[in-house]
């Protein structure tokens, strides 16, 4: 049967469409299988049993031993309650522009009614540790209440370095809240939310814990908590106190995402039988792989800074004049692979490759594959080194 994706064509398009988006990403055969399981009730005891394991076990992902709120919502609602679970109408937030997504939660905190102020940044690197330094040490008054970064922007492929920034609020002796979002990072690339010092920890279900979009996460460490017994934003749907609960009683406050639930069980044990480092390893290693390639096709990473590349998607600058959405689309119709769009001020500029979830080499050799015959196909020509260079890498990494 034709993938719902499948577009008409001329061209043979038979066997899996390959979903090469930077999430969401393949949800794996065995959790498909454990969403399909039937629903159960959730105010029993089963179910009061399952949520207290899940959220217990997602503690080592996050590398916390602290609380954890679980939402049926999006990241972008794990972005509001990390916000309105800390501040206070008119508090200073400093937001970092690395990409379309901090621009899309700094627009989300201006509407909360949050005094925001931002770095501004060229979308080609991270968040400097130097720059927040240095702002801070203008704000003597302590006015910045918090600071937000995008751990891996996923418009951009490019990360920021959590550690030191951390190492610059605590060297400025800076009261301010650190607010990290890993949506496109947690479970795909190492990340210890209580030892760099993060006071909340944004995440959302469909990237690297391989599930459907439908589950917002915030981890919570002490600071926060402290914080939020005093902030004044409005909060009903997104407060913190009634799903802290949780994990203790195995009730949420409203109807939760049963069936996802039952999937992240599943992806949890996947994670576990691989080893979290050899996850983190696996996606460095085919972010090389795919960096090789597109360098070997003569195409340049978005990511201008070596040591801010993103283990879970890279992002491809078009030649001048070339249109990404345009090759997306031959991509699409002749190869029935969906390839990531350019965001914001990157439309149309960027065509992005996602290699995050559970990939294999070979998967992966297939998607670089048919990005190749992609370019090819779409009249730009791309040396067929590049794909030897990703299959190099991935042999010899």
């Known amino acids: ?29 065995p959790v498909l ?42 990241g972008t609602g794990a ?35 949050l005094d925001v102020e931002v770095v501004p940044g060229d979308w080609r690197h991270g968040a400097d540790p130097a720059t927040l330094a240095a702002r801070l040490a203008h704000d003597p ?46 479970g795909s690339t190492e990340y210890r939310h209580d030892e760099w010092g993060v006071d909340v920890t944004v995440a959302g279900s469909q990237k690297g814990l391989m599930l459907p979009p439908g589950l917002g996460l915030n981890a919570i460490g002490p600071r926060a908590l402290e914080a939020h017994r005093t902030a004044r934003l409005p909060r009903a749907y ?25 999937g992240l069980d599943v992806a949890l044990d996947l994670l576990a039988a691989e080893g979290l480092p050899q996850v983190f390893a696996r996606h460095a290693r085919h972010a090389a ?36 959405d345009a090759f997306r689309a031959t991509v699409l119709d002749r190869y029935d692979m969906s390839l990531g769009n350019g965001l914001g001020r990157l439309a149309g500029r960027v065509f992005r490759i996602g290699h995050l979830g559970q990939l294999s080499d070979l998967q992966l050799a297939g998607a670089l594959a048919g990005v190749q015959m992609g370019l090819a196909a779409h009249g730009l020509p791309a040396d067929p080194a590049g794909l030897t260079a990703a299959l190099d890498a991935m042999s010899t990494s």
């Open 1 to 29: 049967m034709n993938s719902p994706q499948r577009q008409t064509s001329s061209f043979h398009t038979a066997g899996r469409h390959f979903l090469q988006i930077p999430g969401p990403t393949n949800v794996p055969d």
């Open 33 to 74: 299988r454990a969403l399909a399981a039937p629903t159960i009730d959730h105010r029993g005891p089963a179910f009061a049993e399952l949520a207290r394991r899940v959220v217990t076990r997602l503690g080592p992902v996050f590398g916390t031993t602290g609380p954890i709120a679980l939402y049926p919502s999006s």
């Open 79 to 113: 972005w509001e309650a990390a916000l309105v679970n800390t501040l206070s109408p008119g508090d200073r937030v400093l937001f970092f522009e690395t990409g379309h997504f901090a621009v899309l939660w700094q627009e989300l905190a201006e509407r909360l009614g």
């Open 141 to 186: 008054q302590h006015r910045i209440k918090a600071v937000c970064v995008v751990h891996n922007e996923t418009s951009t492929g490019v990360t920021s370095p959590v550690p030191l920034l951390r190492r610059a609020l605590d060297e400025a002796s800076h009261p301010a809240l650190f607010l990290v979002d890993t949506v496109s990072s947690l």
């Open 238 to 262: 997104w407060d913190w106190d009634p799903l802290l609960d949780t994990a203790e009683h195995g009730r949420f406050p409203y109807t939760p995402a049963t069936n996802l639930l039952y």
């Open 289 to 324: 792989a795919t960096r090789a390639a597109v360098r070997g096709w003569g195409l340049t990473v978005l990511c201008a800074d070596p040591r801010a590349h993103s283990s879970t998607l890279t992002a491809v600058l078009m030649p001048d004049g070339q249109d990404a």
